[in-house]
């Protein structure tokens, strides 16, 4: 039951508190700033609000001042907010695995590397969740031979000219591997910026989604990589070409990005710099099948992969 604080009145759900809120002629942004008034931790300004779930997970009115925050504040205070943040997304969102790179830059809070000079070795943000990657202090790269897949499908493949390569139809992605004779586990899923954004819409998610599930009943695992920095395609809607084309906003989209990685532990994001990134780290990542074991977003920003 959710109390109406105007009058004591108690709904069933939020959304019917939300509608009688009419009967007191006031707006939900009216309700909650008088009766639950949030304020941003840096400037102390009351935070906007623009739906119940945003506002009451919201610390900061704009992502600048939780960098600026970090900055300027002790490091344990920031833990503490750290903590704060993502019990009120756990919460939310009935988080599981430990959050990734993608997760952490999408919503633009401090990267792992950042939160590895937070806390030093005193612990971990995510210690209260699951492990899902290993540690990177024990990576390698073990293998740069091998032959590779490539799907019919692919209209313009990546060209390997120093490994063996065949067309073939693969049941997932665009491209694989077979390493000394066995079949990779590990399935890559090549996307430019604009089949990135068409894929992970609303419209296509679906299929896509039904891709997953079956790669991962097979045992398999999929690498989706994507031909733009991160840092862009967080900020697509300030790029006038793309978006003649494109309704969906990136918090749309990452959001979806987001789900897909709580949802399914066989599947991994990468963004990298550009095509011929991509090549380069396809090729690492298919013939080194272990590294879908490590955050390889991380190891990429970390540029701890080999690409060239």
């Known amino acids: 039951m959710v109390k109406c604080e105007e009058c004591g009145r108690e709904s069933e759900e939020r959304k019917k508190l939300h509608y009688h809120l009419r009967t007191h002629k006031l ?6 700033h008088k009766h639950f008034p949030r304020i941003d931790l840096y400037t102390g300004e009351i935070l906007s609000y623009k739906n119940y779930d945003d506002y009451t997970n919201k610390f900061f009115e704009k992502k600048g001042n939780l960098s600026k925050y970090i900055k300027e ?8 907010v750290l903590g704060k943040m993502l019990k009120s997304r756990s919460e939310q969102k009935k988080l599981v695995w430990e959050m990734s790179d993608v997760e952490l830059r ?16 005193e612990g971990s943000l995510f210690e209260n969740l699951n492990a899902r990657y290993k540690n990177h202090s024990d990576f390698q790269l073990k293998n740069d031979c091998g032959k590779i897949f490539i799907d019919t499908r692919e209209q313009k493949p990546f060209n390997f000219k ?55 009943v097979c045992g398999k695992s999929i690498l989706v990589l994507v031909e733009k920095d991160l840092n862009s395609v967080v900020a697509f809607d300030r790029m006038p070409r793309t978006m003649k084309f494109v309704r969906a906003t990136p918090q749309h989209i990452l959001h979806n990005v987001r789900e897909v990685i709580q949802s399914y532990r066989n599947v991994q ?28 977003q991380y190891l990429y920003n970390s540029k701890l992969l080999n690409v060239g």
């Open 27 to 32: 707006s939900q942004e009216e309700y909650y």
């Open 73 to 80: 504040n002790p490091k344990m205070k920031v833990r503490q």
């Open 269 to 296: 994001f990468l963004f990298v710099k550009d095509k011929i990134s991509a090549k380069q780290i396809c090729k690492t990542v298919l013939l080194n099948e272990h590294l879908f074991e490590y955050d390889l």
């Open 106 to 121: 999408s919503l633009e809070w401090p990267s792992k590397k950042q939160l590895e000079n937070i806390y030093g070795e």
């Open 162 to 216: 120093d490994c063996e390569v065949e067309v073939t139809a693969l049941n997932f992605g665009d491209y694989a591997a077979e390493i000394d004779g066995r079949e990779s586990s590990l399935h890559v899923e090549r996307k430019s910026l604009m089949d990135f954004i068409q894929s992970f819409s609303s419209r296509s998610i679906d299929r896509l989604e039904k891709e997953f599930q079956r790669a991962e």
